[in-house]
């Protein structure tokens, strides 16, 4: 069963800091390339971060810095910690999962999502 579950999400104020989770399925958690995506209101979605197989990772330059990709391979589990969070990181974050061979936040890559958690960031 493909299955993406996000965790985590709530509402703090600037400079704190949130873990979010995507429990996955092992099938779905086998992907080439798992990553964190974002959307605000009114806005395009984008990626956050994502991480290959090899362990690789990658930020968009908004969060390098202040947020931390990694798996607990363990729970098949992804993780997302977010520090140092600003007004403008508030948004729905999505996990995602691609098993296309390159490794991008190109989100047309990705075949299998979560329903999303909500993070609120106030100034």
């Known amino acids: 069963q493909v299955q993406l579950v996000e965790s985590g999400g709530g509402s703090v104020q600037a400079g704190g800091s949130l873990r979010l989770s995507c429990a996955a399925s092992?099938?779905?958690?086998?992907?080439?390339?798992m990553g964190w995506f974002r959307q605000a209101p009114g806005k395009e979605r984008e990626g956050v971060a994502t991480i290959d197989s090899d362990g690789h990772k990658s930020y968009a330059d908004s969060v390098k810095g202040r947020f931390t990709i990694s798996q607990d391979n363990a729970k098949n589990t992804l993780i997302l910690q977010m520090n140092s969070l600003k007004p403008e990181d508030t948004a729905m974050y999505y996990c995602a999962a691609s098993f296309d061979w390159l490794c991008t936040t190109e989100d047309f890559r990705y075949t299998y999502w979560g329903q999303g958690t909500q993070v609120t960031v106030s100034s």
């Open positions: 092992r099938f779905t958690y086998s992907a080439y390339c």
